[in-house]
């Protein structure tokens, strides 16, 4: 270029850590659709690393109340020019504790939707609103045929939460929102299809 620099130059770190990932997955000899990602953090690099690896299933971060983008959900913000701000000023999600709002075809996201799941005001946000935001999009989750997702949710008020304690309550969700009683009917329902997977982006190291 004429003045200097690239093409791309907020997604180049990005994509650079990504195709280094995909080369050494080859030499692994691993399948990148049968690997796991673990991406600390979701800022101008995180964010392009977790757009550009995850390719299907759904992508989920929070609101706040009212109309107030998480970290993670400003990251997906700008990696879509702005889709996630005029989805809220358009007045389809204030950010209320327990709702959600599913997107599709999201710009510049491969995957295939976005869930917005609100968290209610950012100064009550604690443990309770997390295990809450968790079920919410559990729920949600299982009711559009995604069988891959990718969980960005602050964490909660309390600093002693860690990741394993988000993944027990994601797996408490999850095996909640499963049960199903047909004991007692003479023709069980046919089963859906559920989720198979979820990765949890990190925010800090000190929480693996």
Known sequence: MNLG????????TGRG???VSLEALKRLGLKPEDSRVVI???GNVGSVVARLLWREGCIVVGVFEPRKLSDAAAALDRATKGFLTRILKRGDME???GTTLL???VPNVKAERVLLVGLGPLAEFRDSRYANAITAAIRALNAT????ALIQLPEGGTPRRDVGWRVAQATIAARAAAYRFEQMKSKPAKAQPG?????FGIDRKSNV
Not at 145 to 148: R, S
Not at 195 to 199: I, P, S
Request: net charge positive; hydrophobic share 35%.
């Open 145 to 148: 045929g995604a069988t891959d």
């Open 17 to 19: 850590c990504m195709i």
């Open 103 to 105: 997107l599709h075809d």
């Open 95 to 97: 950010g209320k504790a």
């Open 5 to 12: 620099g690239s093409l791309g130059r907020r997604e180049a």
């Open 40 to 42: 600390q953090g979701f």
């Open 195 to 199: 989720l198979r997977r979820l990765t």
